[in-house]
């Protein structure tokens, strides 16, 4: 089955630790996200990866660190300097297509990370 | 800073009965897209409306488009238990083919059987 795999479902962070949280992809797809939920908010966009080797900074990257060195994985990093870290945590991936033209997000099904 | 708004918060009907969902919007956009969210599970996209549509049915899913009061509305009609869940509208920056999906605060309906 094609999709998008988040791992782990549950990440528990103690003071001053380093988390990375895993997203891969089979579906192709060139671009990659990640976005941020927080209890009855929106989405916010941490990093995204339009192609291999190249990321950019979304609204809310300070703390967070992303690589993108093959085409179907996208992990993210929390860093300790991120002080507000629990939330949960969407993996998207798209397809831009030849137009360019913006198309729908596949997601991943989430991880949850709450601080210890 | 948020592009889409959606109101209400929040919506509780009986099974059987119609949902009404609206997105307001700041900036022109090539696209409008809804999205739905069960509990603790990642977002499914269900349909897209571009600029030139004012209307699109997907199922029991009816979706329309006024760009010239920026705003979109989500029918689905005859509700069932399942659909309850959160539903958002999403759109991407007004300038460039870039990639930068914005989501609003979300809806959550509630379908009581």
């Known amino acids: 089955d094609g999709g998008i795999t988040q791992s782990p479902k549950y990440l528990f962070r103690k003071e001053g630790q380093n988390v990375t949280l895993s997203c891969e992809q089979n579906?192709?797809?060139?671009?990659m996200y990640w976005y941020r939920q927080d209890p009855g908010q929106g989405l916010r966009l941490i990093y995204y990866?339009?192609?291999?080797?190249?990321?950019q900074k979304g609204d809310i990257a300070e703390g967070y660190s992303v690589s993108r060195e093959k085409k179907e994985s996208f992990p993210l990093t929390v860093t300790s300097a991120q002080k507000n870290p629990t939330a949960f945590y969407l993996c998207?991936?798209?397809?831009?297509?030849?137009?360019?033209?913006?198309?729908?997000?596949?997601f991943g099904s989430g991880t949850q990370l709450s601080v210890l | 800073s948020q592009q889409g708004e959606e109101d209400p918060q929040a919506l509780s009907i009986q099974e059987g009965e119609n949902a009404t969902m609206n997105c307001s919007y700041k900036?022109?956009?090539?696209?409008l897209q809804w999205y739905r969210q069960n509990s603790g599970r990642g977002l499914v996209h269900l349909i897209l409306?571009?600029?030139?549509?004012r209307e699109k049915h997907s199922g029991r899913l009816r979706v329309t488009l006024d760009t010239s009061k920026k705003s979109s509305s989500l029918l689905i009609t005859a509700s069932r238990a399942a659909d309850t869940a959160s539903y958002f509208c999403?759109?991407?920056?007004?300038?460039?083919?870039?990639?930068?999906?914005?989501f609003g605060k979300g809806i959550t309906l509630s379908v009581r059987p």
């Open positions: 998207a991936s798209r397809n831009p297509g030849p137009s360019r033209i913006n198309e729908k997000l596949f």
């Open positions: 579906l192709n797809h060139d671009a």
């Open positions: 990866s339009q192609i291999v080797n190249d990321f």
């Open positions: 900036t022109s956009i090539n696209n």
């Open positions: 409306i571009r600029s030139n549509e």
């Open positions: 999403a759109t991407p920056p007004p300038t460039g083919a870039n990639s930068k999906l914005t």
